[in-house]
Nanobody, 121 residues
């Protein structure tokens, strides 16, 4: 399995926005359901959002619901997460991974290095 490459993180003030990107090298990307996860300092990695292989169905966890949009471009083998109205509690390293199903957050692929998001108050 090839590791995905996440990017787009940074330092942003509370209330700001970021778009995270994930580039996959997996041949199966266009048929894989995909998800975003995050790990805050001192906490376990948690599921954030997911999307089915076609991009026609999405799922969000409550902490980001209404503030985030997950999307994908299968031709570019890329996954995105647009986050608006960022809060300090969104500070974490964000990762993408293949998931079992878009409505089942079990990760099934390799983890990349992640991208750091830091939200200042």
């Amino acid at each position: 399995q090839v590791q995905p490459v996440e990017s787009g993180g940074g330092v942003v003030q509370a209330g700001g926005s970021l778009t995270l990107s994930c580039l996959s090298s997996e041949r199966s990307f266009s048929t894989d359901d995909m998800g975003w996860f995050r790990q805050a300092p001192g906490k376990e990695r948690e599921f954030v959002a997911s999307i089915n292989w076609a991009g026609s169905a999405t799922y969000y966890e409550n902490p980001v619901k209404g503030r985030s949009t997950i999307s994908r471009d299968n031709a570019k083998k890329s996954l995105y997460l647009r986050m608006n109205n960022l809060k300090p509690e969104d500070t974490a390293v964000y990762y993408c991974n293949r998931v079992l199903l878009y409505n089942n957050a079990k990760p099934t692929g390799s983890w990349g290095q992640g991208t750091q998001v830091t939200v200042s108050s």
